[in-house]
């Protein structure tokens, strides 16, 4: 049982063995079949084969006869192999040899196969013998063949489209036209070859097809085929088909046209040239007219090289090139065009017909050497380089200048090392300078290692300057070394292209050397440089260098860099600048030049704030009024205030009415306080006093303190009389206390009359109490003849501003009428009295109000008492009476009064502290209690110090209960702030 699969292993493995000795055996067998059968068919075939080569020499008369001889119809098989032996081996193929592979069937026998051949290998032998065999008979199988995309193998039909072309048979001639009339658009150009490849029997049968109505592609290459066959007899067809509705069929028309080259046809051609709508029949037009040379064929295609369509400009220039030389006009006309594929094949056409060479002699022999290396420099081959650079050595310096221009316009940086060559070695520094500049415009790499060397070594000034000049545009990555030394070259030009260089590389390091340039050096040139370079480096110091500049005399070109780089600062208007200038039309003049011509004026008017541009206009203007427009303009147009303010300077340097004008408006509706006000200022010294008036008075309404301010010092120009009257009805008696006390410094020196306006005044209305307020801050000794009167005013409010009034100036108060004032009907002046007659220590006066019936009024008596400080017994006297009044207000301002005249007296228990705390609030400065609770000297100062602040709780109190050296102020105080606090809470 073990040995079972073993054995089946065994027997399988012989089978395998068997059957592969078999498959060698048969294999051997059927490889010497094969060969016996080879060595019999060419020994066979070997006696036909010398037969056929006899016969397809000799006459068709002896063919037929050995063909149908017995023992060759045998033996057909051989003969059949060496008619396709002979058919594979020659291309002449005689008709009555044609005519016998037909008899044979060998045609029919191979169309068969073609058509039913089950493997693709069959059908390919079988199409590549009708092509050899070459029977019109094999067409039709041909062209289905090639139809077949679907079901027949690619190489199969390449095959057989191959066979179709080797066709030679006239016959086949009228099928390959039909097939072209239905054929596929892949199909047709190789019909259409074929037909070609039979020559003259294929041009009636096209021109035909050509002459029909449709279809159209069959006849777009009918007429392909005429043109290949330089059919002559075909132009006038070919012409009517330039009228063609079919684009194709026009445009091979065209080409066919230009193959047959009639100059019949030209005018045609020309008159389709422009005309026809479809871009690549003109094209095909354009290149058909290459074959003539008249000149109506030149100026045509010249107008086509603005064709819209590339390909019409392409075949045009392609025309022009085959015509030669007669076209070099307009060939040079396409050197200028803006297609690149254009420019190029004119420039290799003109090389070609020698244009090139000839544009070099003119150079060398200064034949309008300009235009002819302007020229020459647009072309771009290599024959073309060649002639651009041996010109850049030649021995005459106006071609060589000529060359470097021209080159340079074109934009050569192929010839880069030339022009590197050239800046180092001319003999001209000119031309050195003038290749330098070259490179550096091309933005050339190599341009800044030569201006590095030419700067350290060049003997000539204008090459270093040069050199200075390209190292500040390309000059990065060899640091400033180079441009310090050129800041202190002995060469005006050197130094001030290096101060250039500079200001363009942005080497604030250089900022010392240019300031100093721009002070001390002797050359204008320079220190204008130094001054642009000052601001646009925007060096720390800068600002007043270029004032400086401005003071000293200069020539106008550096006073115009100087106002021009000043506008980088941000301060003062450069208008108002050049207006102080003397020669200010010639400074003026000299920076529109060069805010025209120079780019370094132009780099620094970029350079400067948004802002600045209306007073870069009013600087370029040639009139004050169109300045003042500019500047006027320019108020709507600058949203910062800085920049507006700055405006208003320059309005108030051109004093012209739209100046005035603008300046009114900014005063009224300018957003900005600060700009408003720089406008009232502005205005003082360009109105007139009655303009100024009303500006003045619609400004004391401005809402902001600032432009109040102003309007008031704009009185100053205006003569008192009329001022003063309008500022005693224009102010608000509520307005802040500076704004009084500019009226007062203004009123001063006339203050008899200020006086005398506001006694004219009624006594009860608002210009009293103005007056009242403005008379506080004034130190003349007529004052009193104002205030007095004033006193006895029907308002109350007047009569109470008075006594304020003496309050705060005791020297001048009147003792009558400040003791009417004590007994007046309203509370609130004989409380303002009260502190009056305390500033005056009146105690009398003060004892007598102590028994006033209205509590408010004590409550200002005892505060009033404790505010004036140590009054002696009197005082003392007067605390005591108010200490036992029945209204707990004044017992507690009694209180108050007497911590602040420095008695630490403790706190009653009927005194509420919150009470005590208020009357603290309203009658004492608390900076100043804060200041003696911490340093005074004495103990009792201190302790009476710290319990008026322990009435508010205030930090400070706190810190003396903590810190004081005396245990037992610590301890009031703080036992002070307690009973605040529970007091306090008890009343919450």
């Not at 026809?276 to 037009?285: G, L, M, N």
């Not at 010294?685 to 303190?705: C, F, I, K, T």
């Not at 002696?872 to 009044?885: E, I, K, V, Y």
């Not at 009927?910 to 609770?933: M, S």
């Amino acid at each position: 049982m073990r040995l079972l699969p073993l054995a089946v292993i065994l027997i399988f493995a012989a089978a395998l063995a068997a059957i592969a000795l078999l498959a060698i055996f048969a294999w051997f067998g059927y490889t010497a079949w094969l060969d016996w059968y080879g060595r019999r068919l060419e020994r066979r075939k070997g006696m036909y084969r010398t037969l056929v080569a006899e016969l397809a020499a000799g006459e068709r008369d002896a063919l037929d006869p050995e063909i149908h001889r017995p023992e060759v119809l045998k033996d057909l098989g051989a003969l059949e192999a060496a008619l396709e032996e002979q058919a594979r081996r020659t291309t002449d193929r005689p008709g009555w040899l044609l005519e016998a592979y037909d008899r044979l069937g060998l045609v029919d026998k191979y169309v068969a196969r073609l058509r039913d051949g089950r493997r693709w290998r069959q059908r390919a032998l079988a199409a590549e013998l009708l092509g050899r065999v070459g029977n019109a008979k094999a067409v039709p199988a041909l062209l289905d063949t090639i139809r077949a995309t679907r079901t027949e193998d690619a190489d199969v039909r390449d095959i057989a489209l191959r066979a179709l072309a080797r066709i030679g048979d006239g016959r086949a001639v009228p099928p390959l036209i039909e097939a072209l009339e239905t054929a596929e658009p892949w199909l047709a150009p190789h019909i259409a070859d074929i037909l070609v490849r039979h020559g003259q029997p294929a041009i009636e049968p096209a021109l035909a097809l050509l002459d029909r109505r449709e279809p159209f592609l069959a006849r777009a290459w009918a007429a392909n085929v005429l043109g290949e066959l330089r059919a002559g007899s075909a132009l006038p067809s070919l012409l009517r088909a330039l009228d063609d509705p079919d684009d194709e069929v026009r445009a091979k028309s065209a080409t066919a046209i230009g193959r047959l080259a009639d100059r019949s046809a030209v005018a045609p051609l020309l008159d389709h040239l422009l005309a026809d709508p479809a871009p690549f029949v003109r094209a095909r037009i354009a290149h058909a007219l290459g074959q003539f040379d008249d000149a109506d064929v030149t100026d045509r295609l010249i107008h086509a090289l603005g064709d819209p369509a590339w390909w019409v400009r392409v075949r045009s220039v392609e025309a022009l090139e085959r015509i030669g030389p007669p076209a070099q006009q307009p060939l040079l006309a396409a050197l200028d065009s803006g297609d690149r594929e254009i420019r190029g094949r004119a420039a290799i056409t003109l090389e070609r017909i020698g244009t090139a060479e000839a544009l070099a002699a003119r150079i060398r022999n200064d034949d309008r050497a300009a235009d002819a290396a302007e020229t020459l420099a647009k072309f771009s081959s290599a024959g073309a380089r060649e002639l651009a650079a041996g010109l850049l050595v030649a021995p005459m310096e106006p071609a060589r200048h000529a060359a470097l221009r021209a080159l340079r316009r074109a934009r050569r940086s192929d010839l880069a090392p030339e022009m590197a060559q050239m800046a180092f070695s001319d003999p001209d520094p000119a031309l050195r300078a003038e290749a330098l500049a070259s490179l550096t415009a091309l933005r050339l790499p190599i341009a800044a290692s030569v201006a590095v060397d030419a700067a350290g070594a060049d003997p000539e000034a204008m090459v270093r300057a040069a050199a200075m000049r390209t190292l500040g545009r390309l000059g990065d990555a060899y640091g400033a070394a180079p441009l310090a030394r050129g800041l202190a070259d002995p060469d005006a030009e050197v130094r001030a292209a290096a101060v250039d260089a500079s200001a363009r590389r942005s080497l604030r390091e250089a900022g010392d050397s240019i300031l100093a340039l721009l002070r001390d050096d002797p050359s204008p040139l320079v220190r204008e440089r130094a001054a642009l370079a000052t601001g646009l480096l925007d060096l720390p110091t800068g600002e007043g260098a270029l004032s400086d500049a401005c003071l000293r005399p200069e020539p106008p070109e550096v006073h115009a860099a100087a106002v021009l780089a000043s506008g980088v600062f941000d301060q003062q208007s450069m208008v108002a600048r050049l207006a102080a200038l003397p020669g200010t039309a010639e400074v003026q003049e000299a920076l529109r030049h060069r805010l025209h011509s120079d780019p370094c004026f132009r780099l620094l008017r970029r350079c400067l704030s948004p802002a600045r541009r209306p007073e870069i206009r009013a600087l370029t203007t040639h009139t004050a009024e169109a300045a003042e427009a500019a500047l006027a303009s320019g108020m709507d147009e600058v949203l910062e205030p800085g920049g507006r303010i700055r405006l208003i300077g320059a309005l108030k340097a051109l004093p012209g009415e739209e100046s005035r004008e603008a300046l009114v408006e900014a005063a009224r509706r300018d957003p900005s306080p600060e700009a408003r006000t720089a406008a009232l200022e502005a205005l003082a010294d360009v109105l007139e006093p009655d303009a100024l008036h009303g500006v003045a008075r619609d400004a004391l309404g401005d809402p902001s303190l600032l432009v109040r301010r102003a309007a008031v010092g704009l009185f100053s120009r205006i003569p008192p009389e009329q001022g003063f009257r309008t500022l005693l009805r224009s102010l608000r008696p509520n307005d802040d206390s500076t704004v009084f006390g500019a009226v007062a410094d203004l009123v001063t020196p006339s203050f008899r009359v200020f006086a005398d306006r506001a006694l004219a005044m009624p006594d009860d209305g608002d210009e009293a109490l103005v007056a009242v307020r403005v008379a506080r801050r004034v130190g003349h000794p007529d004052v009193q003849r104002l205030v007095r009167p004033l006193a006895r005013s029907r308002s109350p409010e007047i009569r109470e501003a008075v006594a304020a009034f003496w309050r705060s100036r005791p020297e001048t108060t009147d003792a009558e009428s400040l003791a009417a004032l004590t007994l007046d009907p309203a509370a609130g002046v004989r409380r303002a009295a009260a502190r009056a007659a305390a500033a005056v220590r009146s105690w009398g006066l003060l004892d007598r109000m102590a028994g006033d019936p209205d509590a408010s009024v004590r409550r200002e008596v005892a505060l009033a008492v404790g505010g004036v400080g140590e009054g002696g017994a009197a005082a003392g006297l007067l605390l005591d009476r108010l200490s036992a009044d029945g209204a707990m207000t004044v017992r507690a301002a009694s209180y108050v009064a007497r911590l602040l005249q420095g008695n630490p007296v403790a706190l009653a228990p009927d005194i509420v502290p919150r009470e005590a705390a208020a009357a603290l609030r309203d009658a004492a400065d608390l900076a100043a209690l804060r200041e003696i609770a911490r340093t005074a000297p004495g103990e009792n100062q201190r302790l009476a110090a710290g319990l008026a602040l322990a009435l508010v709780q205030d930090q400070v109190a706190h810190e003396v209960a903590r810190t004081d050296p005396f245990p037992s102020v610590r301890h009031r105080v703080g036992g002070a702030l307690e009973i605040a606090a529970a007091r306090a809470g008890d009343a919450g």
